[in-house]
């Protein structure tokens, strides 16, 4: 059975960081292009970034150059290291896989603000 786990979200101030991650089971992430989004109040959800089974990694433009991710094969895990987070930045991150249909985890929140 597929499971995504999220955690790591928080609170924090402009210019701070946070790790977000996604702890999976019942797949090897290895295998598979793993993705976060973002889901903003009032907003639609979109692509935040994607890492491919062969480690190849894609962005949102608005994340570009402070996001990071990762994944750690053998914890089975994947990664969002974000820096410089602005308030733009609020919202609630989301694991995702497609493995024959899309599969999610339940979300974690994160608040950008002084």
């Known amino acids: 059975q597929v499971q995504l786990v999220e955690s790591g979200g928080g609170l924090v101030r402009p210019g701070g960081s946070l790790r977000l991650s996604c702890a999976a089971s019942g797949f090897p992430i290895s295998s598979y292009t793993m993705k976060w989004y973002r889901q903003a109040p009032g907003k639609e959800r979109e692509l935040v970034a994607a890492?491919?089974?062969?480690?190849?990694?894609n962005y949102a433009e608005s994340v570009k150059g402070r996001f990071t991710i990762s994944r750690d094969n053998a914890k089975n895990t994947v990664y969002l290291q974000m820096n410089s987070l602005k308030p733009e930045d609020t919202a609630v991150y989301y694991c995702n896989v497609h493995r024959s249909r899309e599969y999610w985890g339940q979300g974690t929140k994160v608040t950008v603000s002084s």
């Open positions: 890492i491919g089974s062969g480690g190849s990694t």
